[in-house]
Each structure stands twice: as structure tokens, then as C-alpha cells.
């Protein structure tokens, strides 16, 4: 039995960015992805292009889950694009909560993640799988690690259907968070969000960003590498590769691949993997 893999991408932002693109997807396909989500820019300022490379893979053959943010959303804004998606027969979505736009007051109909997963079920039913965000280091803007849990637990009970993690190094943060949601009685499956390392500066920068814990033995020997590219991606490959070994190992139910647009580094990990 196969398995379960996803992979994500963003909005291409030129013509030239869109076409290179289209060989990333079908090299990534040729894995036999269960979908590929597409992200969803602070406000929906990406949705267009969100949109469109959604419907892209749709035509070709593939599942695709849109990202959608609901922040500073109407009821109406938000059930006429939902309807766009179903239209284009999209059967499933990743719904968060989103990051206003710097200047944009909180406004609005839904604040929280868990309002738009409410909202999805009441007006779509069914139709929609709803993936929702989970945090294993706890979401950079929580009160506390049990708040954060205990937000979770909200999005869930709303009516999501999985998670997918954020991204991480150290499988026992991963291992604690799913315990903890199985001792609340979630029998949800959260899926582990992967990012391939393929350079330092790019991932100290996101890994800032957004909360993500980088262990200090993986930065030191980054640092310790300097310029050297080649032995970055080598040390990179390995370290995320046993990640993913430890996960399956341990009953994680799919891996999901935030690929940065790109193939090489996703397809060298699932060639070791044997996916």
C-alpha cells in the first residue's frame, strides 16, 4: 500500500515564474501525490493567482486543496469564492485564519480559523475536506502551548476533517502534540508538514518567520558549512530524510512537502524514502 504524500506550492508572480512551474508540478506528480494545496497571500492578496494555479492543477489531472484565509472577510466575500472553487470542482481546502494586510484594520466577519471551518461546513456541507493548521511548537502568537491545543481543539470540533502541521526538526514535538490531541479524545489525522533544506539563510529567515524551532545542533553545523552550498543540501537531505523515517515509523499518516516551488531537493527525499 502507498504512502499517503501531498505537496505544497505558491502563486507563481510572472509569466516566466508560471511556465517553469508547470515542470516542477509534473516532475512532483509523477509521485502520486493525494493533492497539492496552493498558499493563500496575508488578506487574500494572492488569490488570483491562488486560484489560478489551482484550477491549473485541476485540469492536469491532480487533487488540488486551495489555501484560504478568512481574516477580515465577509460572509458573502467568502461563500461567493468558495462557490468559485466548488464550481471548479475543488474538493478541499486548508482553512486559517490569515494575516491582515499591514494598514488594514481587524474588520470583518470571522476572526478566528475555527469561525471559517463553522461557516464552511453550514453552507457546503460535506463538500469541502477541510484541512486546518496545527502546531507542534506551539503558533508563535499563542498564549500558551494549552491554548494553543486548546484552539486547535475548537477548529477541530468545528468540523475540519485533518490537519497539517507547520514545519519542524525534532519528531518528538510532533509525537507530544498528536498524544495530546488523542488524550482530548481527537481521533483527527495531523499530517507533518516537511521542508527540505536546501539553504541556510533561506530557512533561519522563514524558520523566524514563523515559529519554527531549528535544534541547535542542525544550526551549528549549518553554520559551521558557511558558503559551502554542497554540503548544505548533503547535510540537509540527511537530516530530513531520517525525519521522515522517525515519523513513518511512528504511525504519522502521510507526509505533506512545503516544496518552495521547487522539485529537486522533494524528489531526492522521496527517491530515499521510496515513495
Same mark, same amino acid.
Given at each position: 500500500? &502507498? ?13 516566466? +515564474? ?9 516532475? @512532483? ?6 493533492? /497539492? ?75 478566528? *480559523?475555527?469561525?471559517?471551518? *463553522? ?5 457546503? +456541507? ?32 468545528? +468540523? ?23 488524550? @482530548? ?26 515559529? *519554527? ?10 553554520? *559551521?558549512? +558557511? ?21 513513518? &515509523?511512528?504511525?504519522?499518516?502521510? @507526509? ?10 522533494? @524528489?531526492?527525499? /522521496? ?5
Amino acid at each position: 500500500m &502507498s504512502f499517503p504524500i501531498s505537496f505544497e506550492f505558491f502563486p507563481t508572480k510572472t509569466p516566466e +515564474g508560471a511556465a517553469k512551474h508547470v515542470g516542477v508540478r509534473q516532475a @512532483l506528480y509523477a509521485r502520486k501525490p493525494e493533492f /497539492c494545496s496552493v498558499t493563500y497571500g496575508a488578506g487574500g492578496s494572492t488569490q488570483a493567482g491562488t486560484f489560478t494555479m489551482v484550477s491549473d492543477i485541476q485540469n492536469e489531472g491532480v487533487g488540488a486543496a486551495s489555501h484560504f484565509s478568512c481574516i477580515g472577510a465577509t460572509h458573502d466575500k467568502v461563500r461567493a469564492e468558495l462557490g468559485e472553487l466548488k464550481v471548479m470542482g475543488v474538493r478541499r481546502i486548508v482553512a486559517l485564519r490569515g494575516d491582515l494586510p499591514s494598514g488594514y484594520g481587524l474588520g470583518g466577519e470571522f476572526h478566528y *480559523a475555527s469561525d471559517l471551518v *463553522a461557516f464552511v461546513k453550514k453552507e457546503f +456541507g460535506d463538500w469541502f475536506h477541510i484541512e486546518v493548521a496545527a502546531y507542534p511548537e506551539t503558533h508563535p502568537q499563542a498564549k500558551s502551548p494549552r491554548s494553543d491545543l486548546e484552539a486547535f481543539v475548537v477548529k477541530v470540533r468545528a +468540523g475540519a476533517d485533518s490537519a497539517i502541521t507547520q514545519y519542524f526538526y525534532n519528531a518528538d514535538a510532533y509525537l507530544r502534540f498528536v498524544d495530546d490531541v488523542r488524550a @482530548l479524545g481527537l481521533d483527527i489525522p495531523v499530517v507533518p508538514g516537511i521542508m527540505p533544506i536546501t539553504s541556510s539563510t533561506q530557512l533561519m529567515r522563514f524558520s523566524d518567520a514563523c515559529g *519554527a524551532e531549528i535544534p541547535r545542533w542542525i544550526r551549528l553545523r549549518l553554520q *559551521a558549512f +558557511g558558503d559551502d552550498s554542497a554540503s548544505i543540501r548533503a547535510f540537509g537531505l540527511d537530516v530530513v530524510t531520517h525525519l521522515c523515517e522517525q515519523l513513518r &515509523s511512528q504511525g504519522a499518516p502521510g @507526509l505533506h512537502f512545503y516544496t518552495m516551488n521547487q522539485s529537486v531537493a522533494t @524528489l531526492e527525499i /522521496c527517491d530515499r524514502l521510496g515513495l
